[in-house]
């Protein structure tokens, strides 16, 4: 696919914002409602660099996320906190902001209080026990905001409730593999009567690989496939219409006898925001 020159990345420009350099950084400003209560938001855009930052709360109450789209990294810190975290992020390319949009993006954005997607029963981060040794792999930008704190990784669990559904659901697939399989006879030969295709599992058929350093392919004909981890992990929204804040739970282990990932404590909440994932694509990676 031809990249095309005229895609550009989400920002706010105003006459007065430019600095005419390049490249150019962009920001703009929201604001959104968390359990009531209003918050100041920002995002920058540095398409040089290929970086995308969020701000959001002010003082003790202030998180910064740092995306790091060259290298797939998000960067996470709280202010207060002893620690800086990471985690892996999609890698993309940010191109630079073109005039046509920009007004667009003002009239998505500005001026708005930001619906907020907070679910109790979705993702949590946990960070691992131990800090990263080797930092040479994270970007400036990552370290800069990390300072001098110890950076850990963060791994993905579910609350316990959820956990149990999920085990729940493949003990149930299992179960229906195991009953086709002895059905179809020792040695994987059919019983009389039953056809040959009706043996072969049709899990595998219906999955579709993704490359994982570029959630995006094209289908037959015009339709996009959207790799659902990005709307899992809050990238972009595949259903949406319209842009909505998005917030994620960064706890710390409980400790004890292997307590992960069953187990956390001390949970703050980072927030973004969160463009509909045709939007982010046509304007942002300029896949389309």
Avoid at 8 to 21: K, N, R, T
Avoid at 37 to 65: H, P, R, V, Y
Avoid at 229 to 254: A, F, M, N, V
Wanted: aromatic share 10%; glycine share 8%; net charge negative.
């Amino acid at each position: 696919m031809t990249e095309n020159s005229d895609k550009v990345p989400i920002a706010l420009v105003g006459p007065d914002e430019v600095e005419f350099c390049s490249p150019p950084i962009y920001n703009v400003h929201y604001t959104m409602s968390i359990n009531g209560k209003l918050q100041d938001g920002s995002m920058e855009i540095d398409a040089g660099n290929n970086l995308e930052t969020f701000k959001m709360g002010s003082g003790a109450e202030e998180a910064i996320e740092v995306n790091d789209f060259q290298n797939g990294i998000t960067g996470i810190r709280f202010a207060g906190g002893e620690k800086c975290y990471i985690k892996a992020q999609v890698k993309a390319r940010v191109p630079e902001v073109g005039t046509m949009t920009k007004q667009s993006i003002s009239s998505e954005l500005e001026g708005k209080i930001m619906p907020v997607k907070y679910e109790e029963n979705s993702l949590i981060w946990v960070a691992v026990d131990q800090p990263v040794k080797d930092d040479s792999f994270l970007s400036s930008k990552i370290l800069e905001l990390c300072g001098d704190l110890p950076i850990f990784w963060l791994k993905p669990t579910y609350p316990k409730e959820i956990q149990r559904e999920r085990r729940e659901l493949v003990r149930k697939v299992v179960t229906t593999m195991t009953t086709r399989r002895l059905r179809s006879g020792p040695w994987g030969n059919p019983w009389p009567g039953r056809p040959n295709n009706e043996t072969r599992p049709s899990v595998q058929e219906d999955s579709e690989p993704f490359n994982p350093d570029n959630p995006y392919h094209q289908q037959e004909g015009e339709g996009m496939t959207f790799d659902p981890r990005l709307d899992h992990e809050g990238i972009c929204c595949i259903e949406c219409r319209r842009s909505y804040t998005h917030c994620q739970k960064i706890c710390e282990p409980l400790g004890g006898y292997y307590p992960w990932p069953y187990n956390y404590q001390g949970c703050r909440s980072a927030c973004r925001v969160v463009m509909p994932c045709s939007w982010w694509v046509a304007r942002i990676l300029g896949m389309v």
